[in-house]
């Protein structure tokens, strides 16, 4: 199985290539804004580097969040947007399940995202990725409190929100040192889930930080 692996969740626009479970090619950058122009011309450099086509993919896999809102959208448009015409299947992948498939290790893993305004975006997983608690947006202080209330002895925060919850995890956690996806680990999780059941819709948690006003030139468009 031949599987493209977007991310443009938060501050890193990354992507990658895997075929059988082999990452043939995978590149990260790490740039804050400018998602929507920096993501096809990486992708371009995939296809060029594997001597493949968009028509050889069986599945592309995206983060679909909690992350930042334009961002998600970017990711989420260009993803579907390949399926055009193609027998891609687009496949949707949490930001907080990827980030805890991006670490190797055997414990409980709670990856925290900073979400900006005060608050964090988290999750909790046990061994094989098991959810113990799905993807929530609170304060630090309420993420730590639910986070450690279902969390086994051993656990590790991971994330850019990790230093947030740390102080309030009463000793109870380690932390790694990872803070952004691996794109490669998005195509693993993409091929092993039924495309059916994680389909790409977006998965934001709060509204977004800004809304058109009343009097802008977006006024009734989601209507036309």
């Not at 948690?205 to 468009?221: C, K, Q, T």
Request: with cysteine.
């Amino acid at each position: 199985m031949k599987i493209l692996a977007i991310d443009t969740s938060f501050e890193a626009c990354s992507a990658a290539i895997v075929c059988d479970d082999r990452t043939l090619w995978s590149q990260m950058r790490v740039i804050g804004k400018g998602h929507a122009e920096a993501l096809a011309p990486m992708v371009a450099d995939g296809l060029a580097a594997t001597g493949l086509e968009i028509s050889d993919f069986d599945r592309i896999g995206v983060v679909v969040g909690p992350g930042a809102f334009a961002g998600v959208r970017v990711g989420l448009a260009f993803a579907r947007a390949l399926c055009l015409g193609t027998p891609a299947r687009a496949v949707g992948v949490t930001s907080t399940q990827a980030l805890a498939a991006s670490l190797d290790i055997k414990a409980a893993i709670a990856p925290v995202f900073d979400a900006r305004r005060g608050q964090v975006y988290a999750a909790l997983y046990g061994p094989s990725l098991r959810t113990l608690i799905d993807p929530f947006v609170a304060s630090p202080g309420e993420a730590a409190t639910r986070l450690q209330s279902a969390a086994p002895e051993d656990l590790v925060l991971t994330g850019s929100g990790a230093p947030l919850v740390l102080g309030d995890m009463k000793d109870r956690a380690a932390v790694s040192e990872r803070r952004h996806i691996d794109p490669a680990a998005v195509a693993r999780l993409a091929g092993a889930t039924a495309p059916a059941s994680a389909p790409p819709t977006p998965l934001y948690l709060r509204p977004p930080d800004a809304m058109p006003s009343a009097s802008s030139l977006f006024e009734g468009a989601a209507g036309r």
